[in-house]
């Protein structure tokens, strides 16, 4: 049954995201269950967040993807002194892709009669306090999906550069954190720590605009104050409260080797 799912649900995932132009790279997929000790120390360490058990009685597993940007638009917005308006338009047409994948993944769950929830793509935090009570990027870590790097975002193997979703389902699909392998159809291990900062990268740093990196703990306010100076930027967007600069500098922003 974890064979069906999975292979159905990945490839709802690349079919949209194929039917898009060339602005991503094919997705990363990954699950846990939700007793697994790394999903009870996230919720601890950020309580926060809502409970998985909270928002679906009788959850019991999280399933996350990673939809990676192309490579083309990362060092675009790299070498730009301020954040693109194509970063912009890619932030509202990911947020679009995400719900209506997430939407499919969750019609094709309930003809397999299983029961799922999921959240909007972003802006699920407090505005006072910019704390999320559901955090895609925080259940793509538990699954397994990424470890955190300096700049406060889950490094995956495809890279750091793009967007994550997730869902909560009433089933169990394994039994521990991993990343699901379409080629061989089973969960392989979770992925690795990239992070380069031990090794002195600061590249994430660098970029930063506001020097809200600089700081530890990270100045979120001061962060979300110039992500709204992009929105009124780009006025006749939706709503691109986006910079990306931190997620596009390093060599985490995009990793090929996979």
């Known amino acids: 049954m974890t064979n069906q799912i999975m292979t159905q649900l990945w490839q709802t995932c690349t079919t949209f995201i194929e039917a898009q132009p060339c602005n991503y790279r094919p997705p990363i997929l990954g699950a846990v269950p939700i007793d697994n000790p790394r999903v009870k120390g996230w919720l601890d360490t950020h309580p926060e967040q809502v409970k998985p058990d909270e928002c679906l009685p009788g959850a019991r597993s999280i399933i996350a993807f990673f939809v990676p940007f192309s490579k083309e638009m990362v060092i675009a917005n790299r070498k730009a002194s301020y954040p693109t308006e194509a970063w912009a338009q890619a932030y509202v047409k990911t947020n679009q892709l995400l719900a209506e994948t997430t939407a499919a993944m969750m019609e094709q769950l309930a003809d397999?009669?299983?029961?799922?929830?999921?959240?909007?793509?972003?802006?699920?935090?407090?505005?006072?306090?910019?704390?999320?009570?559901?955090s895609h990027k925080h259940m793509a870590w538990a699954c397994g999906l990424g470890e955190f790097g300096r700049h406060h975002m889950v490094i995956t193997p495809a890279g750091v550069a793009g967007r994550f979703a997730s869902l909560i389902v009433d089933c169990v699909?394994?039994?521990?954190?991993?990343i699901w392998d379409p080629q061989k159809k089973t969960f392989g291990p979770a992925a690795p720590k990239l992070c380069r900062e031990e090794a002195g990268c600061r590249a994430c740093e660098g970029s930063c605009p506001t020097g809200?990196?600089?700081?530890?703990?990270?100045?979120?306010?001061?962060c979300y104050a110039f992500l709204l100076e992009v929105d009124r930027t780009y006025r006749h967007?939706?709503?691109?409260?986006v910079c990306g600069f931190c997620a596009c500098a390093g060599p985490c922003a995009v990793i090929e080797n996979r």
């Open 237 to 241: 967007l939706p709503l691109s409260d």
């Open 173 to 178: 699909l394994n039994d521990s954190p991993g």
């Open 212 to 222: 809200a990196l600089t700081t530890r703990p990270f100045d979120r306010q001061k």
């Open 112 to 134: 397999l009669g299983i029961r799922a929830m999921t959240a909007k793509p972003t802006h699920n935090f407090d505005e006072k306090t910019l704390l999320s009570f559901w």
